[in-house]
């Protein structure tokens, strides 16, 4: 944004000094212009009131290096049917006060014979050789500088243009009065002036754009971590509401949106609780009931099931205990995290390795995503015997790796052993199958960090459970 701005601004001032330029050229051409034409008038009236011996020291004393005025038998300037020359001729009689005065004007451009032919009209007038010389050193000095100009400035008015006006008005005597001039335009300079005022205004766009877009930004970043808080199931608080409207409006959205969402899990996590705990009533009048049936094979199957339900519900109300549990999020050393838990495994005397990866700290909720961890590593222990653990980083993730070598799952079923109470143990030992909610926590607790879990056969024999992890 600050460099789109800033390209329009040079393009702008540009574009707008090019525009003063043409209005500079414009407006030093005119009063050049009428400059001549109000001295050549002056002269003309002069001359009307002076007797003609006066003419020569008249005209020495009026003309300058720039312009020169002579008297000769015919006019100097020649017509043309150029209106602009017209217009002129017609300011000039103004001037003079005369309708009938015959006067000519000739607008002549680039011409480098002008100051040759000043020296040697002069010395048409004046026999004084030193004056001349000295006239046409002047005359030299001032075709490569300009008066008003400075040794730095040199170069650029020799590429200036040249624009002059030759003047002749017939006088009583039917001779004509010759006046030429000549100037330079001014060339297109970038001065000094120009550089700070459009340096002066990019610095105050550059500080008020970025005075803007962190009021615009700010608001949203905040907006997108609590976002990903949330993703990850963390405790958000409310959003301070600030910035633009449109902002506000959309942190306020969220903020309903984070309750909603906040109240809908608690109900949904309270009602299964809820039926979790009725459940122990019935189970326990059951048990209690099986104990007075007298077919020891039927008594043993039923206290088998009811005990199973028992089980079912004793892990459903765990579950939803730690559900409603909201465990603060810290920073932790993920390899000293993934240990610890293989660590615990190896004690007990199960044959667990760990590969570490590079040093990782991460912000997670430690107790749940070690819950996860145990269920996997205890699942490869039960079905292979073993488990190797690995901790691999990219760009964007962390990968924990958990490996055995036992006989692996059907391709169809990989997917379908994260759903609630979905044994593929056809045991109905609870000690080998478990009741089937192992992989759904931790398939919601790795998503609940922002993450995901998988699993996939390994080529040779085993399984792979891959938990991966976005860093922070």
């Known amino acids: 944004m600050i460099v789109l701005l800033l390209i329009a601004l040079v393009a702008s001032q540009v574009l707008s000094f090019w525009f003063f330029f043409d209005e500079r050229k414009l407006a030093v051409r005119t009063a050049a212009r009428d400059h001549v ?38 006019a100097n300037a020649r017509k043309h049917g150029d209106n602009r020359t017209f217009l002129l001729a017609e300011r000039l009689r103004a001037e003079l006060n005369r309708n009938n005065a015959n006067v000519v004007v000739e607008l002549k451009e680039n011409d480098d014979h002008f100051f040759t032919n000043q020296a040697r009209r002069w010395r048409h007038h004046d026999h004084d050789e030193h004056q001349i010389k000295r006239r046409r050193r002047h005359s030299d000095s001032l075709s490569d500088d300009d008066s008003l100009s400075n040794k730095k400035t040199r170069g650029s008015h020799r590429k200036g243009r040249h624009v002059g006006i030759s003047i002749s008005v017939q006088l009583s005597d039917a001779r004509w009065l010759n006046a030429e001039t000549k100037f330079r335009m001014p060339p297109l300079t970038w001065a000094l002036p120009t550089f700070a005022a459009m340096a002066a205004m990019a610095l105050a766009l550059i500080v008020i754009v970025i005075v803007m877009v962190r009021r615009l930004t700010g608001p949203m970043g905040r907006l997108a971590t609590a976002a990903d808080e949330l993703g990850r199931g963390e405790a958000v608080g409310p959003l301070r509401e600030e910035g633009p409207k449109d902002i506000r409006l959309t942190m306020r959205a969220f903020d309903k949106m984070r309750d909603r969402l906040q109240r809908f899990v608690q109900d949904r996590t309270r009602m299964l609780a809820a039926i979790s705990h009725d459940l122990r009533t019935p189970l326990t009048a059951l048990r209690l009931r099986a104990e007075f049936i007298a077919d020891p094979e039927t008594k043993e199957r039923m206290l088998a099931t009811i005990q199973e339900m028992s089980a079912m519900v004793e892990a459903t109300l765990a579950f939803a205990h730690e559900e409603a549990l909201q465990e603060d999020t810290r920073t932790v050393d993920l390899n000293a995290l993934v240990e610890s838990v293989c660590v615990d495994f190896s004690d007990l005397g199960n044959d667990v390795t760990f590969e570490p990866g590079d040093h990782a700290t991460y912000a997670c909720r430690p107790l749940g995503l070690k819950r996860a961890l145990r269920n996997v590593v205890e699942n490869a222990i039960r079905y292979a015997g073993a488990a190797h653990v690995e901790i691999k980083q990219t760009e964007t993730n962390y990968l924990i790796t958990v490996k ?14 994260f759903e609630p109470f979905i044994r593929l143990d056809p045991s109905r030992n609870q000690d080998a199958g478990g009741i089937g909610l192992g992989l759904s926590i931790v398939r919601s607790i790795i998503r609940g960090h922002g993450g995901d879990v998988s699993l996939e056969n390994r080529q040779n024999n085993g399984l792979r459970v891959s938990i991966k992890l976005p860093k922070n």
Do not use: C, H, M, N
């Open 37 to 74: 034409l109000s001295r050549t008038a002056s002269i003309v009236r002069l001359l009307a009131e002076v007797p003609p011996r006066l003419y020569r020291q008249v005209l020495k004393t009026a003309s300058t290096p720039r312009l020169i005025f002579w008297i000769s038998e015919t």
């Open 404 to 417: 055995d070598e036992g006989p692996g799952l059907p391709e169809s079923e990989l997917e379908r052993v």
